[in-house]
């Protein structure tokens, strides 16, 4: 039978008490010299302790006189770089991103419908306009529609979607940067659908949003594999 590391028994220790409040956000950790003390561990199995901690994105080191580790709870960028990695590291298919973003996004849409604030309206009009601009490049037009879905899931003010749709949003972003597939009719198909979808929200309509989001992302997803029949699509 396997003994865990007093490293890794530590680590979780801190961990469980930082998740559940016992160290607000912002706040050091003991010093590492009471740590040694309390734990009756060594100096090195502290710092390797807390090494773990900060590759989890838990703490942040800071060095000096005021230095320390410092708690940091996790946000959407974490969830963000977990599915990245699972993303990438698993190889996944680009089928199987767009079949999670139709699981996912009309949500989103219902979600942004209820809880947008004129913010996220502003935000979801500007990225939208650069869509439908036919004049940027390719680059500008796929981070705009990037931008625009990202709008729509921090329009839902739910962390754990926009986290998701991020690392989603990116990996599409990446398979579809291709010229045999985004030309002027998609452009101004994208735009016309993220239009509609944005005046759903806009009104609070969330059964529109949702019903509106369902189809957009479904024929993007439809004309994307079609393409993809014609030309090599990879993920970075």
């Known amino acids: 039978m396997s003994v865990p590391k007093a490293s890794d028994v530590l680590a979780n220790d801190l961990r469980e008490r930082i998740l559940r409040g ?6 050091a950790l003991p010093p590492e010299r009471e740590l040694v003390n309390q734990t009756k561990m060594s100096r090195t199995t502290v710092r390797e302790a807390l090494r773990i901690l900060e590759v989890q994105g838990l703490v942040v080191i800071k060095t000096g006189r ?11 960028e974490s ?3 977990s599915v990245s990695l699972l993303i990438r590291g698993q190889q996944l298919r680009l089928t199987d991103l767009l079949e999670t973003r139709e699981a996912i996004e009309p949500a989103c849409a219902a979600l942004a419908a209820k809880y947008r604030t004129d913010e996220d309206l ?11 601009d036919l004049e940027i490049p390719l680059e500008g037009f796929l981070q705009a529609n990037v931008d625009w879905h990202l709008a729509v899931a921090q329009a839902s003010h739910n962390e754990l979607l926009t986290g998701f749709m991020s690392a989603l949003s990116q990996a599409i972003y990446s398979s579809t940067e291709n010229t045999a597939f985004v030309d002027t009719d998609v452009r101004q198909t994208t735009y016309r659908a993220h239009k509609s979808i944005t005046d759903a929200i806009r009104a609070g309509d969330a059964a529109a949003a949702t019903r509106r989001m369902t189809k957009h992302v479904h024929g993007y997803a439809e004309a994307v594999v079609q393409v993809e029949e014609r030309t090599e699509i990879t993920l970075d």
């Open 79 to 81: 969830v963000a770089t």
């Open 22 to 27: 016992d160290f607000p956000s912002g706040t």
């Open 122 to 132: 502003a935000a979801l009009d500007a990225a939208n306009n650069t869509v439908g």
């Open 66 to 76: 005021s230095g320390g580790a410092f708690v940091q709870l996790p946000g959407g």
